[in-house]
């Protein structure tokens, strides 16, 4: 993982560094449940896509994410003034989303492409929550049924994930 300038960063030491004053982290070990795998098959063109990221990225009218361990989400029409979206995480520093939310919520490129015809648009919403939540558990049962259920509803042919 690298940082805005391009800078190496260890994330295992980073996460350390940041729960220090926690009991170790149990790294969870997926890599034997199988992969769904679905293949994509309508054109990209007539795709609706779905912005999703770990950013902590919100709308300026909601209330910022909490500095650790939130597990709730944001909701952002895709059509929100970008001068009007604002970046909130403890996990990576924020002058470079601050000074362009783009970097870690790419929705003026999402809607480029959209404007290009590449793809033929966005779902009314994006989705933004905290990245670098220490609790694999509360993960699983809170923050995914949040998301699953604004995708539910969105109904979108492709989700477009962003880690920060």
């Known amino acids: 993982m690298t940082d805005a300038c391009g800078t190496r960063i260890d994330y295992v030491a980073r996460t350390r560094e940041l729960y220090s004053d926690m009991p170790p982290y149990r790294w ?3 890599r034997a449940d199988p992969v769904p795998w679905t293949p994509f098959e309508i054109a990209l063109s007539s795709a609706k896509i779905m912005l999703i990221s770990t950013s902590g990225v919100h709308c300026d009218d909601q209330t910022p994410f909490g500095l650790s361990d ?3 989400i944001r909701t952002v029409p895709t059509d929100w003034p970008t001068d009007r979206l604002r970046a909130n995480h403890f996990g990576y520093p924020v002058a470079y989303a601050r000074e362009d939310p783009n970097c870690v919520f790419p929705i003026d490129r999402l809607r480029e492409l959209v404007e ?3 793809v033929d648009g ?3 919403t994006a989705i933004t929550c905290m990245g ?3 609790s694999y558990r509360r993960v699983i049962a809170e923050l995914l049924p949040r998301v699953l259920a604004v995708v539910a509803a969105e109904q979108p ?3 477009f ?3 920060a």
């Open 116 to 118: 290009a015809e590449v």
């Open 122 to 124: 966005l779902t009314p």
């Open 70 to 72: 939130d597990t709730t």
């Open 161 to 163: 994930l962003v880690p």
């Open 157 to 159: 042919d492709l989700a």
């Open 132 to 134: 670098g939540i220490y």
């Open 28 to 30: 969870c070990d997926l």
